[in-house]
């Protein structure tokens, strides 16, 4: 289990868990809270486009998120400009009186791929008004440096588009940015197995974030569940250092020295 002293570190607050969970797409809100529990996260994301607090839209799911004691983070979701993206954050801070934001600049429609440019500009005016923002980018390494330079510290790169559920498609941005980029960096978008959420975790990834994979299982609550465990198992493997890859086989029982036997004549 994750302790203290392995807690996820973003602007100065500490998490224990390291799997951050979306509220959308569940049947029922009763489902998204078995999904909640079962997942053992400290923050939850929600888009403040899908429903409206202050118009008492939706009380069971805004009663679930209160009673489940994580920290919301809001997010921008569906905004196509920065300046859609400023005024979204601002009215999510005065709703949930919380500066926390997942940024989300969409550049293109097929595919749900930010739009760096707009990116880049919302961070930065966001940065500068005190809020704590967390941006959903690609894999690229000088946005994500420029992000990081504009003040952002923490980052979450896609695995893959959104829903896709293909998991880490380019293994070489990935492990660049972990090589180049002193932040935490938290995959956001496109897993579809724990399995593909270990892999991250195991390259050193500092947390997962998703929703569909879960949200659309057949028993969510399991799949958070499993999801879970497998972000705990990575991160352990990590810590713990996998072994090198080699070309050729390599005895896991040495021979050199031991004694052989010989049947008689």
């Keep these: 289990m994750n302790t203290r002293n392995d807690a996820l570190v973003l602007y100065g607050e500490a998490f224990t868990s390291r799997f951050l969970l979306g509220t959308a797409l569940y049947p029922s809100p009763r489902v998204m809270q078995e999904a909640i529990a079962a997942a053992g996260c400290d923050m939850l994301t929600l888009g403040l486009r899908r429903q409206n607090p202050a118009g008492g839209d939706g009380d ?28 979204l954050a601002e009215m999510s801070r005065e709703l949930f009186d919380t500066p926390w934001i997942k940024l989300e600049v969409i550049g293109d429609d097929y595919n749900l791929q930010p739009d760096p440019f707009g990116l880049l500009e919302a961070a930065r005016e966001l940065i500068d008004q005190g809020f704590k923002v967390l941006p959903y980018c690609t894999d ?15 980052l979450m790169p896609w695995g893959a588009p959104i829903g896709t559920g293909r998991g880490l498609m380019n293994r070489y941005a990935l492990r660049t940015l972990r090589e180049r980029l002193d932040v935490p960096l938290i995959i956001d978008a496109g897993l579809g197995a724990p399995s593909q959420a270990a892999e991250a975790m195991e390259m050193g990834f500092d947390g997962v974030l998703l929703n569909t994979a879960v949200a659309r299982a057949r028993r969510p609550a399991q799949m958070a569940g499993a999801f879970a465990r ?6 352990e493997a990590h810590r713990a250092g996998l072994m090198e890859q080699r070309q050729t086989a390599s005895p896991s029982t040495p021979t050199l020295g031991q004694p052989f036997w010989h049947s008689k004549p």
């Design 140 to 154: 690229d390494l000088v946005l994500c440096q420029r992000l990081h330079e504009a003040g952002c510290q923490a």
């Design 230 to 235: 497998a972000i705990e198992a990575g991160r």
């Design 60 to 87: 069971a799911f805004w009663q679930i998120l209160r009673e489940s004691g994580c920290r919301l983070l809001p997010n921008t979701a569906g905004c196509r400009s920065a300046r859609e993206a400023i005024t």
